[in-house]
């Protein structure tokens, strides 16, 4: 099986500076380009057979984008969505930095955001929510999980079965793709954060 990791496109949290998390901003006109950008790419190197998403706007509205050029189905899933980042959801950084200032050395892994959840928590949902979707796709050969950057992040350390408490990280720029394959003799990572379709632009 060929696993794409999709980040959505550009969202409207990214032009207002808030903190986005379960804040259910829509995309961009630019986040909607850069995915039909991302869907052409798909559609002539790598079409998925299904794709499963999130349930927020931004990743679900690149979801449908990606499916109408290549004509697959999309599930959506609430355990893709993005790091419950609880009262800072949609708050200004500014306004967060000052009424919600991260505690010296930062917060442990077991440690809750208000009203959140903590990093704990977040990887054990990726890692069930990952282990669900490649057995409800273990027929075929060729599946898209269209998240957040957070999101996929974890889904690549599940997968790579790293530590919860680790300082690698994974970062996934606007429709960022990872291409993983996994068969019987284990996992190749093919690609890593690969942009490719927004070139030039």
Not at 20 to 44: S, V
Not at 59 to 87: Q, W
Request: glycine share 8%.
């Amino acid at each position: 099986m060929e696993i794409l990791l999709i980040r959505h496109g550009q969202s409207e949290a990214d032009i207002l500076q808030v903190h986005e998390g379960r804040a259910d901003y829509p995309l961009t006109e630019l986040g909607k380009m850069q995915a039909k950008r991302l869907a052409c790419r798909l559609n002539e190197h790598c079409p998925p057979d299904i794709i499963w998403t999130s349930t927020l706007k931004r990743a679900s509205e690149t979801a449908a984008i990606l499916a109408e050029e290549v004509g697959c189905m999309v599930i959506k899933e609430p355990g893709l969505m993005e790091f419950n980042n609880g009262v800072l959801a949609g708050l200004p950084r500014e306004v967060a930095a000052t009424k919600y200032p991260l505690p010296p050395g930062g917060r442990k892994p077991h440690e809750r955001i208000q009203n959140g959840e903590s990093e704990i928590e977040f990887r054990m949902r990726a890692e069930m929510t990952l282990s669900k979707i490649l057995t409800e796709s273990s027929a075929v050969v060729r599946i898209a999980i269209v998240s957040h950057g957070g999101t996929t992040s974890n889904l690549l350390k599940a997968l790579l079965q790293l530590p919860v408490h680790t300082n690698i990280k994974f970062p996934t720029g606007d429709t960022g793709m990872h291409i993983i394959r996994k068969n019987d003799e284990g996992l190749s990572v093919v690609s890593l954060n690969n942009s490719e379709h927004l070139y030039n632009m």
